[in-house]
């Protein structure tokens, strides 16, 4: 049991690690949110993250993941328009004074920032819901606590990543100052308009 466990929380950690370093919506807001509210969005924004994953997970052990894939076209269009919504509010807020000091847009929470981008990639309810899946069955197949340990594992990816993000992104925020500051703040949300729109044109050819 005891080989079950570290077998897979190394695998989930390993597999976790390859999709947090893969450039994507979630990634930028993490950059976004450090930005306006200092190294704490990473833990923040990956908190949103694991919401999202396990409300997935237990999705899959209720064995409803195979009839799931078949929304991932629906998910991809409102996904992808919520994306460009996202990143126009973030760009707004630059001309709001300070980005993201009144907290008055959704742009300004790392939490939901977290949530709103995992929810609306398509591609990461496509992995979950087909390699994913498999591979946390495979851990079930060990037995609970592994299936737990592959999810930790997974997990544990997703926090070290976007919190070293963070923490580099904070330590150079003091030369990200006027025009360079509102600059980054600017691509960032660019960058969500972008993905948004390759969503969104993923969601007509999935349908």
Do not use: Q
């Not at 919401?51 to 064995?63: N, Q, R, S, Y």
């Not at 997990?155 to 990543?161: Q, R, V």
Request: neutral net charge; contains cysteine.
């Amino acid at each position: 049991m005891m080989a079950a466990i570290a077998e897979n929380l190394i695998l989930g950690f390993v597999i976790g690690l390859t999709g947090a370093l893969a450039p994507g919506p979630t990634l930028v807001a993490t950059m976004g949110a450090t930005l306006r509210d200092g190294w704490k969005a990473g833990p923040l924004v990956t908190l949103g993250h694991v919401i999202v994953e396990t409300a997935i997970f237990f999705l899959i052990l209720a064995g409803i993941s195979a009839s799931a894939v078949r929304f991932t076209g629906g998910i991809a269009l409102i996904g992808g328009t919520a994306l460009v919504v996202f990143g126009i509010l973030t760009i707004r807020s630059i001309a709001a004074g300070e980005p993201g000091a009144t907290g008055e847009l959704p742009a300004g929470s790392p939490l939901v920032a977290g949530i709103v981008t995992s929810i609306t990639n398509p591609y990461f309810w496509i992995w979950w819901l087909t390699i994913g899946s498999v591979l946390l069955m495979v851990a079930l197949g060990a037995g609970i606590v592994p299936a737990f340990a592959f999810i930790i594992g997974h997990w544990s990816a997703d926090l070290g990543w976007y919190t070293v993000v963070a923490l580099c992104i904070h330590r150079g925020r003091c030369s990200l100052t006027g025009p360079r500051y509102r600059a980054a703040l600017f691509l960032c949300g660019l960058f969500l308009i972008v993905f948004g729109g390759y969503y969104v044109w993923t969601g007509f050819t999935l349908g």
